[in-house]
């Protein structure tokens, strides 16, 4: 079925590629390189695949950007079903993946009309504004709505997450200060105005759920909040437990993050996505 707009996204949306289709939501992966071999999130490697790649590789993974002619590629096929396409995807401040996407636009200029959209964030924050511009358009919004309704939901998507070792982000390439007093800490960290930083250290991962529990809690309104994480575990649901005494059931899902995010944050991250203004999905 034609529809006046498609809407795409990258991989590290953590986007199950099943609800993608249901939704006619197009990702483009992103490369996941385990030294001299090149993967594309969730085409060639599944993040079943990957996890169990990282338990055994002596070498640490490293992610770079889809390129400007797979974006072109991707935009040229959508032309046969839709007249326009919004491109949203993670922030400029984390990758390059922003880049490729507008080259790609400059280069179809004339022949493809494509407004490329930087959501200043990653992973569920970022499903959550896809998801909604490809709801929007299955209910046959235009562009011009469409796009006002995603930039309006920018600023209100929020992501934190601890991680047990800050060694996979400096891997790729993101450093930050190291003290004595760190040693044996777990670091937390946000995505804010779409660059990464560390919120502060905690002794433990009880006091970093801790942490994530107060984070939610101190939004006056919770629409959506996701739970990222790489496998359901005891502590998961410890921290389900009480966020539902502040924000109701129907409003918290789960989701794994891929090999994109599993990259950076290797196994036993956790993170909360929330987004803050009335749902529009």
């Given amino acids: 079925m034609r529809r006046k ?46 996890f169990q790649r990282l338990s055994e590789s002596q070498v640490l993974p490293t992610t770079s950007a889809p390129s400007a002619g797979l974006f072109q590629s991707v935009y040229e096929r959508l032309t046969a079903q839709s007249r326009d396409i919004l491109s949203i995807h993670v922030s400029s401040g984390l990758s390059t993946t922003l880049e490729s996407a507008m080259h790609a636009r400059d280069a179809l200029l004339g022949r493809c009309n494509v407004y490329v ?6 992973s569920a924050s ?22 006002k309704m995603v930039r309006g939901m920018v600023p209100q998507v929020h992501i934190q997450f601890f991680v047990d070792t800050l060694e996979y982000l400096e891997h790729v390439g993101f450093q930050f200060p190291i003290t004595p007093k760190a040693a044996n800490t777990k670091p937390i ?6 660059t990464l930083s560390l919120v502060e250290r905690v ?14 809690a101190d939004f006056p309104r919770v629409e959506k909040l996701v739970v990222v994480q790489h496998a ?6 410890r921290l389900l437990s009480r966020v539902v005494t502040i924000v109701p059931p129907s409003k918290i899902t789960e989701a794994p993050y891929g090999p994109a995010l599993g990259t950076c ?4 991250a956790i993170g909360v996505a929330v987004y803050e203004g009335e749902e529009e999905w």
């Avoid at 896809?130 to 796009?147: K, N, S, V």
């Avoid at 960290?189 to 779409?194: A, F, R, S, W």
């Fill in 203 to 216: 002794r433990s991962r009880a006091r970093a759920l801790d942490k994530l529990y107060e984070f939610v």
């Fill in 189 to 194: 960290l946000k995505v804010e105005q779409g």
């Fill in 5 to 50: 707009v498609s809407v795409v996204t990258d991989s590290t949306a953590d986007i199950p590629l099943e609800r993608a289709e249901e939704l006619g939501l197009t990702v483009v992966p992103l490369n996941i390189h385990f030294g001299s071999q090149v993967f594309q999130d969730q085409v060639d490697l599944s993040t079943n695949e990957f």
């Fill in 265 to 268: 944050l290797g196994t036993d």
């Fill in 232 to 237: 359901p575990a005891p502590e998961i649901q």
């Fill in 126 to 147: 970022l499903g959550m504004l896809a998801t909604a511009a490809a709801r929007a358009a299955m209910r046959g919004q235009d562009l011009a709505e469409i796009a």
């Fill in 117 to 122: 959209i930087d959501s200043l964030t990653t």
